[in-house]
């Protein structure tokens, strides 16, 4: 399981890591143009996180691995996602769609490692919601690393 071969991201940095997991939880589209969407339903979300950067930390990690895991797993997994604080039900650029998740756990990947030394940065977020369905989200250049 979890062994697939991801689009890449061109990037200007020297090491690149990749994190793989998946995390079960239920959503609903709140909106009627989302058809049967709109409807409460759960997937099992596969999601690859790709962190590159520079330099290395004190145990020459560029970020733990479970960490990255933890992050997002804790918080998302087994919820109702549109109860979590980071998505609206009124407000159509925070509902809780493949897209807008997949920048929300890169935002969220981010907030965490811009608070370590060695500044790592996530270039891209693989959501995948159904077996014929996934997402790639990946912050402009500028905005989380050097253009
Ligand atoms: N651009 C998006 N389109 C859809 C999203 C989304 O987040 N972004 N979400 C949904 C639904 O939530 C649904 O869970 C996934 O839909 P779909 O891929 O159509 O699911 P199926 O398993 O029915 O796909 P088949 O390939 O037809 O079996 C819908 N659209
Ligand atoms: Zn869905």
């Not at 790709?50 to 691995?65: K, Q």
Request: net charge negative.
């Amino acid at each position: 399981m979890l062994q697939q071969m991801y689009p890449s991201v061109t990037h200007p940095f020297q090491f690149e890591l990749n994190k793989d997991f998946h995390f079960a939880a239920a959503h609903y589209i709140p909106a009627e143009a989302a058809g049967q969407c709109s409807q409460m339903h759960g997937h099992t979300y596969f999601a690859n996180i790709t962190i590159a950067g520079n330099e290395l930390d004190e145990v020459g990690f560029l970020v733990n691995f479970s960490l990255i895991k933890k992050l997002i797993h804790d918080r998302f997994d087994h919820t109702l996602l549109n109860n979590d604080s980071k998505f609206d039900q009124d407000d159509s650029a925070r509902f809780p769609t493949s897209e807008i998740i997949a920048k929300t756990i890169c935002n969220l990947v981010q907030e965490h490692l811009d608070t370590t030394l060695n500044r790592p940065v996530c270039i891209q977020v693989f959501l995948r919601e159904t077996p014929t369905s996934y997402v790639i989200y990946r912050p402009k250049a500028g905005e989380s690393y050097g253009s």
